[in-house]
T-cell receptor, first 116, second 111 residues
Framework: GAVVSQHPSRVICKSGTSVKIECRSL??????MFWYRQFPKQSLMLMAT?????????EQGVEKDKFLINHASLTLSTLTVTSAHPEDSSFYIC????????????FGNGTRLTVT | LAKTTQPISMDSYEGQEVNITCSHN???????ITWYQQFPSQGPRFIIQ?????VTNEVASLFIPADRKSSTLSLPRVSLSDTAVYYC????????????WGAGTKLIIKP
């Protein structure tokens, strides 16, 4: 089945630093990638939608200058958390799909970010 | 905006059939209804998707009535390893490509 690789799986960083999370589709072309945040015992919350070659569309309340998303190719999207603060500590998950084929979303295994 | 409703939690026992229903209104008329399973600290895993009537694969069945205002995920003969959170996912009827998640149902399987 389709595989999405997300890296790193866990990262601890100091307050004020930036962290980059990568999301790769390994065996299909991802026209669209989604980035989610999930707090403990809560549902996934969509942060932004990115279509390859276009600027990401951010959900209300998500700061685009803080959460930089790049989707420059059909197999790679990155999320950079800039100037991270402890309240940014969360579980970040990406998903990818090829909207041309209406394929289901395939998810990465998530990145647990801890900001100290 | 589409709205979804799922039970917060359910309990069952090994070997039983479990049905989890998601109510959803104002969903996209041309989009699939999809269910995912999520274990702690992992990304959601695709289980099954359907458009209408009944779909079955090797792990589950999905029942969708003609009005598509709900969908029921059926897990036959559950085991302890099926303990997880189950999410329904639908397309929003008011906007293109907007996807709406259910809040998730925490399923606990007991021996």
């Amino acid at each position: 089945g389709a595989v999405v690789s997300q890296h790193p799986s866990r990262v601890i960083c100091k307050s004020g630093t930036s962290v980059k999370i990568e999301c790769r589709s390994l065996d299909f072309q991802a026209t669209t990638m989604f980035w989610y945040r999930q707090f403990p015992k809560q549902s996934l919350m969509l942060m932004a939608t990115s279509n390859e070659g276009s600027k990401a569309t951010y959900e209300q309340g998500v700061e685009k200058d803080k959460f930089l998303i790049n989707h420059a190719s059909l197999t790679l999207s990155t999320l950079t958390v800039t100037s991270a603060h402890p309240e940014d500590s969360s579980f970040y998950i990406c998903s990818a799909t090829d909207r041309r084929t209406n394929s289901p979303l395939h998810f990465g295994n998530g990145t647990r970010l801890t900001v100290t | 905006l589409a709205k979804t409703t799922q039970p917060i939690s359910m309990d069952s026992y090994e070997g039983q059939e479990v049905n989890i229903t998601c109510s959803h209104n104002n969903i996209a008329t041309n989009d699939y209804i999809t269910w995912y399973q999520q274990f702690p600290s992992q990304g959601p895993r695709f289980i099954i998707q359907g458009y209408k009537t009944k779909v079955t694969n090797e792990v589950a069945s999905l029942f969708i009535p003609a009005d598509r205002k709900s969908s029921t995920l059926s897990l036959p003969r559950v085991s302890l390893s099926d303990t997880a959170v189950y999410y329904c996912l639908v397309g929003d009827g008011d906007s293109n490509y907007q996807l709406i998640w259910g809040a998730g149902t925490k399923l606990i399987i007991k021996p």
